[in-house]
C-alpha cells in the first residue's frame, strides 16, 4: 500500500492506542479480530502418534497395547 493512501493518525490517538495495549485492552475490534483470527490462524493439528505395526501387535500384552496407544 502507498504511503500516501495511508490514513494519517494524530499522535494523540496513537498515545491512547499505546495505553489501551498496555492496559491489556485490544486495539483491534473484537469481530474484526475474530474474523482475522479464522482467516489466518490454523487450529494445531494433534501429535502424530504412530502405533505398532499390526504384526507386532498380535505379540504384544494388552498392557503394551494400551500403553502404545
Known sequence: MPAAS????L??????AV???HT????VAP????????TYV???RPP?????APSAAADLTAR???VCA
Open 48 to 52: 502424530h502418534r504412530p502405533g505398532p
Open 64 to 66: 503394551e497395547v494400551d
Open 6 to 9: 495511508c490514513p494519517r493518525r
Open 24 to 27: 491489556g485492552e485490544a486495539a
Open 42 to 44: 490454523t487450529p494445531p
Open 11 to 16: 499522535p494523540e490517538e496513537l498515545v491512547a
Open 31 to 38: 469481530r474484526l479480530l475474530t474474523r482475522l483470527l479464522s
Open 19 to 21: 495505553h489501551t495495549v
